[in-house]
């Protein structure tokens, strides 16, 4: 079983129109949360940290189901600009809490369109 | 904004070749960490190190890979006698302290073994 697992998509969106990206994990012990964002062959850039309650970021809204090891990333009013491969990534700590490895998905591609 | 910068942004090198792949960290950050992602593929996590040692290491960092932070602000990942499937992008990414869990990546060095 893949340890993160995403929908590689792609998304084909219109501007202006709302798209949800869906992620599980298989890792219990995973800690914390990410939606990193990855231009073709670039870096991955950080776009929000995921937190329990839920949290938001202008037109990005991330949830988090511990119970059910399932991270969301809900995009409002689809931009141009937006057009991207969304990364779930969860964070494992290492046993001396220094090491704290991220672990990857595979990634969903979004492309939207005018 | 500080970044994490990466040099070279390519390099050629030819099978059984040594490389060394440089990063300068974002400069009040004091975990270390090296990625690599071969072309189509996920990000892999390689090592990560904390206080002039290595923290935790996956599969991947094997005998061939070495990493130095060989003075204030460099840190250095060699590979040793470089094999056709090193060919990949290399990311090099920091963070901040323990209490913070984001990551920033470089831009990245594109590693092609000939």
């Known amino acids: 079983r893949k340890e993160v697992e995403q929908d590689p998509g792609p998304f084909n969106v219109p501007e202006g129109a709302t798209v949800a990206f869906n992620c599980t994990y298989s890792n219990s012990a995973s800690q914390s949360f990410f939606w990193y964002r990855q231009d073709c062959r670039k870096e991955p850039k950080l776009l929000m940290s995921?937190?329990?309650s839920g949290n938001e970021d202008g037109r990005f809204t991330a949830q988090l189901n511990r119970a059910s090891q399932y991270i969301s990333l809900l995009i409002r009013d689809s931009k141009l600009s937006d057009s991207a491969t969304y990364l779930c990534?969860?964070?494992?700590?290492?046993?001396?809490?220094?090491?704290?490895?991220?672990?990857f998905g595979g990634g969903t591609r979004l492309m939207v369109k005018p | 904004e500080p970044e994490v910068t990466q040099t070279p942004s390519h390099q050629v090198t030819q099978m059984g070749q040594e490389v060394i792949l440089r990063c300068v960290p974002i400069?009040?950050?004091?975990?270390f960490y090296w990625y690599r992602q071969i072309l189509g593929q996920k990000v892999e996590f390689l090592v990560s190190?904390?206080?002039?040692?290595?923290?935790?290491k996956s599969e991947i960092f094997d005998d061939q890979f070495s990493v130095e932070r060989p003075d204030g602000s460099n840190f250095t990942l060699k590979i040793r006698s470089t094999k056709l499937e090193d060919s990949a992008m290399y990311f090099c990414?920091?963070?901040?302290?323990?209490?913070?869990?984001?990551?920033?990546f470089g831009p990245g060095t594109r590693l092609t073994v000939t």
């Open positions: 990534v969860v964070n494992i700590p290492g046993g001396n809490n220094a090491g704290n490895m991220l672990t």
């Open positions: 995921v937190y329990s």
């Open positions: 400069s009040n950050h004091l975990y």
């Open positions: 990414a920091s963070r901040r302290t323990s209490g913070s869990r984001e990551q920033y």
């Open positions: 190190f904390y206080n002039n040692e290595i923290s935790e």
